[in-house]
């Protein structure tokens, strides 16, 4: 179909070239032979005979125009697609296959909630575009080039299948609940650096040891007053009799 639709432009753009041409260079002999041609026309169409087989060739361009618009805008998909062998061999791969595998092998990474591959057959080569839902705490960039690198192993070194164009991803990243948003990493900073800041001050406000206090001295006799004796009997030993 396609070789035909660049036939079939290839002739139309030479037919509108001559035209387009023609009038550029000539433009009153063409209005003048377009005149002589269709007054012609008219008296060959005058002929019941042959008005009847001019509108029999019409009829049957018609159908085979409206053939060829209705193959070019309905085009049913393929259900299998070629597979690359080495020995020259013919095998084909059905689509459903493929976008199992892929659907089993990506919905085990983590963070990947649910996994719709589509598979569409070119023939020679597929499609392949996939529907992700993520989970919130998921990094997005880094999870894409994970599923990229991981679909094209899987179909074009294991399947043997070639990719047409590049894996195309259409992701729902699901939000956080509200009032579950963790912090952001300037908040993040802001909070460690409030933590170190009072780390020393904690430090300084630490209980002194018993052991290390300082001695006090013992309390003195004030001035003007005798200090206290002992008594006698505990100086001698004993009372006498």
């Known amino acids: 179909m396609n070789v035909l639709n660049r036939i079939i432009m290839v002739l139309i753009v030479l037919f509108l070239i001559v035209v387009v041409g023609t009038v550029l260079l000539t433009p009153l002999n063409f209005v003048d032979q377009t005149r002589l041609n269709l007054d012609y026309a008219q008296d060959v169409l005058s002929d019941v005979r042959v008005l009847l087989i001019f509108r029999i060739i019409c009829g049957g361009l018609l159908l085979v125009l409206l053939i060829l618009l209705w193959f070019e805008l309905w085009r049913p998909r393929r259900k299998s697609v070629r597979i690359k062998t080495e020995s020259g061999g013919r095998a084909q791969?059905?689509?459903?296959?493929?976008?199992?595998?892929?659907?089993?092998?990506?919905?085990?990474?983590?963070?990947?909630?649910?996994v719709r591959p589509r598979i569409i057959s070119r023939g020679k080569d597929v499609e392949v575009i996939l529907d992700l839902d993520t989970s919130p705490s998921v990094n997005i960039p880094a999870l894409t080039d994970q599923i990229v690198k991981l679909s094209n192993d899987i179909v074009e070194g294991q399947l043997g299948i070639k990719i047409r164009?590049?894996?195309?991803?259409?992701?729902?990243?699901?939000?956080?609940?509200?009032?579950?948003?963790?912090?952001?990493?300037?908040?993040?900073?802001?909070?460690?650096a409030a933590s170190e800041s009072e780390g020393p001050a904690a430090k300084t406000t630490e209980p002194v040891p018993a052991s290390e206090a300082i001695p006090t001295l013992p309390e003195t006799a004030s001035i003007g007053e005798e200090p206290k004796q002992a008594p006698e009997a505990n100086r001698t030993g004993g009372s006498q009799p």
């Open 93 to 114: 791969l059905d689509v459903q296959s493929v976008a199992q595998s892929l659907e089993y092998r990506i919905d085990e990474l983590p963070g990947v909630r649910q």
């Open 165 to 192: 164009s590049r894996v195309r991803l259409n992701i729902r990243h699901e939000p956080y609940p509200r009032g579950k948003m963790p912090p952001t990493a300037p908040a993040a900073r802001e909070s460690a």
